[in-house]
């Protein structure tokens, strides 16, 4: 993958792999901002989340969307908008 961006990738690795089903934020006047499940739901996973001390961590549930097989990032629409807009 980051041989076909122009943007630089850290690897994180997580314990439980729908765990590492989260997202990444860049955003003005907050910085490095992370959703990810819950520490009930993978209380492992969120001891590697809690060393990324330069990131905003917001936990978000994701019990009731694995009832149906989705996950945060299928449930997510991203959009990228210019600051002076």
């Given amino acids: ?3 076909m961006s122009d943007h630089r990738y850290d ?3 997580v314990p ?3 765990a590492a089903n989260c997202i ?3 955003l003005p006047n907050k910085g490095h ?3 990810h499940s819950t520490a009930e739901e993978f209380p492992e996973s969120i001891k590697i989340f ?3 001390k330069d990131h905003m961590l917001i936990p978000v549930s994701n019990a009731e969307k694995v009832k149906v097989n ?3 990032t299928c449930c997510s629409v991203l959009i990228n908008k210019k600051a002076n807009i």
Avoid: W
Wanted: no cysteine; hydrophobic share 50%.
């Fill in 1 to 3: 993958m980051q041989h």
């Fill in 70 to 72: 989705g996950a945060l």
């Fill in 33 to 35: 901002v992370l959703l």
């Fill in 24 to 26: 990444y934020m860049n």
């Fill in 50 to 52: 809690e060393k990324l």
């Fill in 16 to 18: 439980d792999d729908i």
């Fill in 11 to 13: 690897k994180l690795t």
